[in-house]
């Protein structure tokens, strides 16, 4: 059974930084690729970072520069570095996996699974 857990969200000002972790288990976790979406209050959800297998990654033009998707092979996890937090970061963020080329974020094919998310909210 796949399991996605999402730690490290909270309540700060703009400017401040953030770390989102996702714990995965139930997948091969070499073979996937990962990535995170977010959903703003009243909003949909939208796909903000991915990383390949192999390393490679891409990013929503709004975070480039101040998000940082990675992933560690030996704890089985996704991380999300946040920083120079904006207001219209505000949301709750999800991390998922699936499939992807490695061309552009746009390319990203999410699975079915998702976890209970974790929420970020900047104030400013």
């Known amino acids: 059974q796949v399991r996605l857990m999402e730690s490290g969200g909270g309540s700060v000002q703009a400017g401040a930084s953030l770390k989102l972790v996702c714990a995965t288990s139930g997948i091969i976790f070499t073979n996937e690729a990962l990535a995170w979406y977010r959903q703003p209050p009243g909003k949909q959800r939208e796909l903000v970072a991915v990383?390949?297998?192999?390393?490679?990654?891409d990013y929503i033009e709004s975070v480039k520069g101040r998000f940082t998707i990675a992933r560690d092979y030996t704890e089985r996890s996704g991380s999300l570095q946040m920083n120079n937090l904006e207001e219209q970061d505000t949301a709750r963020y999800y991390c998922n996996v699936g499939q992807w080329t490695g061309a552009s974020i746009d390319q990203y094919k999410a699975w079915g699974y998702w976890g209970q998310g974790a929420q970020v909210t900047v104030a400013s």
């Open positions: 990383i390949g297998a192999s390393g490679q990654t």
